[in-house]
């Protein structure tokens, strides 16, 4: 509690304006410790503005939406033609709906930066753990909202592609009938499943959005920024107790993202003028005709920013049953012969393992791949914990671990392509073995992530001015 | 905390009990109350409604050809099959996933759908939800027999999911090795008369 502070009577009308309402709200105080005694690391790269960008496209997706909802009706007789309305008929509506519809895609563009910016530089090492879960919630929240604001246009692809996932939910042993039944309110993908989608997607989930938002950016702000470094810049302080190689977040980069906002705007717009379809990446085509209980689009596909997970899905076939289930027998005996620990510990794991290996031979593939969907992403969440790298950044890491990441990513983009083509033999074994790397990449990290040689990493960033 | 806590004086365990006890009683207020709101996820009773019994003309129904009627939201196939196509049912019962409906069958087939190949209580007439027991897909027709793209050489006619390449034979049985698990859903129907069905009730006389 602030003692109340009594300003001069000759002081402006500006200085008396903010005393008053610095009595009252600590508007001062929010701003220096957020803005403008943040001390942000001076050794930002380019990897740092995803962060800010992701806080502007989640604007630019609010107000939007809110505009959108202004002509939009949820009722499955409706909702397609009161799309094209905005469409054709609402002045401006084909760009308001148009800024939505990249928005979503930019949405996820930047996330994943952002959180490939995480993996390289070690963000979610200790002390930052609770920011990159937080930040893992919002991943999922808005793959929640992606996917229930994708079955609002009530075209095909929006009505196949819920009927496909929520009975994925079916899958889950004893329960998943019920549980797809209470998600869809309707034996079908229905009316009641277009109202309450909507429900969720512009009010339930954005609130959750928006809360787990703030607890990222307070977490954050509670520890600091790490850097491509690794270093703790409030290890070495100057004075007055502000770090060494910290700079006023206020004016240093707020600057600097405005510039980075104007440079993302800048392809932001042209997308929506001149691709919004994005050669039906963004918007697909088959999304244009309207939704039809009777009749299954001839080629069925996620968009793009959900495919890599659409593949680990697809991967686990019967036949991929007996490799995983090899996996999980050599993973246990591993760990029973090599791990040091109480031979309770061992037997329980070899308990588990083969409890584990009669659920995979009783229960259907099928449910498998939705587990292995799930995993994907909820293995994200861990991440604090598999990577156990004596350093943070990537800059100190041996070169073949660059090179690890690098391939990586190859194959996030090649189990992203695949999941957005039709089945087929080849396919299927080349995203069985990226899903295979995918899973191996981070269960594997515990020892993988320890081995090789590590460069010094030094006491302070390393920075040149410019 | 702790400090203030002891700071403040001992511990009077009574109205720790009462605490922890109108605590309880809170939790489980909020839980009843969370009851009704779980529950509205349930299909309404209008959708519950829209589940009832539908009546399908198949007097204009010709040998080889298929009608759809919509039942629950979902497509219910009518096929009425030539005798080569019934004759043709045991032939492949080899290549099946479940050829004698015996897995899950309560859940795939009403007992009189499940006594033979035919999978119908008039083997003329095959009466399936035409849904995928994979990811609820709707298959197309490949009625035309022999060697078509994505299907195998000697298909004697049934059907085709375009999601993930599943394929029915023309009982709704699913082929081996293919993403869905189960043969295609008979709903429960019965006769009321030659030429009437009724889709979704078998129970009235």
Same mark, same amino acid.
């Given at each position: ?466 | ?100 409906? !015996? ?44 060697? !078509? ?57």
């Amino acid at each position: 509690m602030a003692t109340f502070h009594e300003i001069s009577p000759n002081a402006s009308a500006g200085a008396k304006t903010l005393n008053w309402i610095d009595n009252r709200f600590p508007l001062s105080k929010l701003f220096k410790e957020h803005m403008s005694e943040y001390y942000a690391p001076k050794n930002f790269n380019i990897w740092y503005i995803f962060g800010s960008l992701s806080l502007l496209v989640l604007v630019i997706q609010i107000v939007t939406g809110i505009f959108l909802v202004m002509h939009y009706k949820p009722d499955a007789a409706l909702a397609f033609g009161s799309v094209e309305y905005i469409m054709r008929d609402v002045p401006w509506g084909w760009l308001i709906r148009y800024m939505h519809s990249t928005g979503a895609s930019a949405f996820f563009v930047v996330v994943y930066l952002h959180m490939f910016r995480g993996l390289m530089y070690g963000s979610y090492r200790k002390p930052r753990e609770l920011i990159w879960l937080f930040g893992c919630g919002i991943f999922l929240a808005l793959m929640a909202e992606a996917f229930m604001g994708y079955l609002l246009p009530w075209g095909q692809m929006s009505y196949w592609g819920a009927q496909v996932i929520v009975n994925l939910f079916s899958a889950i042993p004893f329960i998943g009938p019920d549980l797809a039944l209470l998600i869809r309110g309707d034996f079908v993908v229905g009316d009641a499943t277009l109202n309450r989608f909507f429900s969720f997607h512009v009010i339930a989930v954005p609130l959750v959005l928006l809360g787990l938002v703030v607890a990222h950016i307070i977490a954050l702000h509670e520890i600091g920024s790490n850097n491509p470094d690794g270093i703790e810049i409030k290890a070495t302080k100057d004075a007055n107790g502000i770090p060494l190689d910290g700079i006023p977040f206020h004016p240093y980069y707020s600057v600097h993202d405005v510039f980075a906002v104007s440079m993302f705007l800048f392809v932001f717009s042209a997308i929506v003028f001149f691709a919004p379809e994005m050669g039906g990446y963004f918007l697909e085509y088959n999304n244009f005709i309207p939704a039809n209980p009777f009749q299954t689009p001839l080629h069925i596909a996620p968009v793009w920013y959900f495919t890599p997970f659409y593949t680990l899905l697809r991967a686990v076939t019967s036949e991929m049953m007996y490799v995983l289930i090899g996996c999980v027998l050599v993973g246990a005996v591993l760990a029973v012969a090599k791990i040091k620990m109480p031979s309770l510990f061992k037997a329980v794991i070899a308990g588990g393992a083969l409890v584990v290996v009669a659920m995979m031979l009783a229960i259907d593939a099928k449910f498998w791949g939705v587990v292995a969907m799930g995993g994907g992403v909820v293995i994200l969440f861990f991440l604090p914990w598999l990577d156990n790298s004596p350093v943070k950044s990537i800059r100190y890491r041996p070169t073949w671990h660059k090179v690890l990441y690098g391939a990586f990513v190859i194959n996030f983009f090649i189990i992203g392509y695949l999941g957005t083509q039709p089945v087929s033999v080849i396919a299927g074994r080349i995203s069985q073995f990226g899903t295979l790397f995918y899973f191996g990449f981070f269960l594997l990290m515990p020892w993988w992530s320890r081995l090789g040689t590590f460069k010094q990493v030094p006491s302070r960033v390393n920075f040149t001015a410019h | 905390m702790s400090e203030t806590l002891a700071a403040s004086g001992p511990i009077d365990p009574s109205k720790r009990t009462w605490l922890i006890a109108s605590g309880c009683a809170g939790a489980v207020g909020g839980i009843a109350a969370a009851v009704p709101f779980v529950s509205s996820f349930q299909p309404s009773e209008r959708a519950k409604a829209a589940g009832a019994a539908v009546e399908a003309d198949i007097s204009a129904l010709q040998p080889g050809e298929k009608m759809t009627v919509e039942w629950r939201g979902k497509p219910v196939w009518i096929v009425r099959r030539t005798p080569e196509q019934l004759a043709a049912l045991p032939q492949h019962n080899d290549q099946l996933a479940d050829p004698l409906s !015996q897995r899950k069958p309560t859940e795939q087939a009403p007992e009189y759908a499940r006594k033979d190949e035919a999978r119908s209580i008039k083997p003329e007439y095959l009466v399936v939800v035409g849904i995928c027991t994979h990811l609820g897909c709707s298959p197309s027709d490949k009625f035309k027999t022999g060697p !078509q793209p994505s299907l195998p050489d000697d298909w004697a006619g049934g059907f085709f999911c375009p999601c993930h390449g599943s394929t029915f034979d023309l009982a709704g049985r699913v082929f081996k090795n293919k993403p869905a698990p189960d043969n295609l859903e008979v709903p429960p129907h019965m006769y009321l008369s030659d030429t009437k069905l009724l889709i979704g009730d078998d129970k009235k006389a």
